[in-house]
Each structure stands twice: as structure tokens, then as C-alpha cells.
């Protein structure tokens, strides 16, 4: 008997480009489901304050990992500078799912943006007040930046609950100080 992990790999590799693309975005999207039925089963049991310390906890951990494993799988090394982070960027979960755009990249910044947020689009979709994701987006995004490139420092430029524009939900700069371009 083969093993699982060998038969689940024979599966895959018979597979057309078409039906690979749409299992990548089916477990994109299976994997947000899972994220926010977890923080909404933490929520009813002990409140939003404490579902929000435990997915910045989690994000603290997570953030790291995925950075790790798209850097393994892309052949990158820590230190990439501005622009490894900038393609890093592309190949995360949430980009399978959300509009993203990165903009003013130089050798020492970026601003990246969340254009559209497939959370924050259906919580406006039924009526529901953006949901406060600043705190754990400055752990998430600081997290991936420094495991990417140590040097790198993150601001966030916007993100529920602050206000935004309309063309974008959260943005955030990432800076190298120092570098000059």
C-alpha cells in the first residue's frame, strides 16, 4: 500500500493545469473559511477582544511559516531587500482571494494595498461595520516583512478601524531605513 502522501501527490500530478489552479483556490478559500469560523466560534465563547489577542497570536506564528515556505519554494534567501518581499507578496494564501496591488516600489520601499478583502467585502455586503483588523494585520504584515528581509520595518498607512478610502481597505509601507536606492 502506497503512502497517503505519495497517492494524494500521484493524484495531483494527473491532473490538468485548469483543475490544479482551481484546487489552489478552492483550499485558498476553504483555508479563510476555517480561519474565520475559528475566530468566530473564539468570539462567541469569550468575546471579540479575546478572539483578536489569540488571531494575533496565531498570525504571529503563521506569518512566519508562510513567509518561510513561499521564500523554500521560490529558491530565496533571507534578505531579499524590498523587492523579494514585494514577490513574496503575490504568493500568499491571501492573494489567491483578494485584490492586491503594490505601488511605489523602489530598492527601500514599498506601499502595498488591499484593494479588495473578500472579509471585509461581504461584511459590507450584509450590512456589517468593517471589521477591526488593524492589530493583527501589524503583527501579520510586520511578521512576513521581517522574516522575508530582517531589515525591514512596516507602518500601516490604514486599516479598520480607520477610516479609508474607497479603493483600498488597509494599506501598509515597508521601508529598509537607510538604503538608498
Not at 490538468?16 to 462567541?44: C, M
Not at 496565531?58 to 533571507?78: D, G, H, V, Y
Request: glycine share 6%; charged share 30%; hydrophobic share 40%.
Amino acid at each position: 500500500m502506497s503512502e497517503p502522501l505519495d497517492e494524494g501527490v500521484r493524484l495531483l500530478q494527473d491532473l490538468s493545469k485548469e483543475q490544479l489552479i482551481e484546487i489552489i483556490l478552492d483550499s485558498a478559500k476553504n483555508w479563510l473559511a476555517h480561519d474565520g469560523l475559528w475566530f468566530q466560534a473564539v468570539e462567541r465563547e469569550s468575546g471579540l477582544e479575546k478572539a483578536i489577542a489569540l488571531d494575533r497570536e496565531t498570525w504571529q506564528t503563521f506569518s512566519a511559516i508562510e513567509a518561510k515556505r513561499i521564500m523554500a519554494r521560490m529558491n530565496m534567501e533571507p534578505g531579499g531587500g524590498i523587492p523579494a518581499l514585494v514577490e513574496c507578496l503575490k504568493h500568499r494564501l491571501y492573494a489567491r482571494l483578494n485584490l492586491q496591488e503594490s505601488l511605489e516600489v523602489t530598492g527601500n520601499r514599498a506601499v502595498f494595498r488591499m484593494v479588495d478583502c473578500r472579509v471585509q467585502s461581504a461584511r459590507k455586503r450584509k450590512g456589517l461595520p468593517d471589521f477591526p483588523c488593524k492589530t493583527v494585520g501589524e503583527i501579520e504584515y510586520a511578521v512576513f516583512a521581517r522574516t522575508v528581509d530582517p531589515r525591514i520595518e512596516t507602518r500601516c498607512i490604514g486599516c479598520p478601524p480607520d477610516p479609508h478610502p474607497d479603493d483600498f481597505w488597509c494599506a501598509w509601507e515597508f521601508t529598509i531605513p537607510g538604503k538608498a536606492d
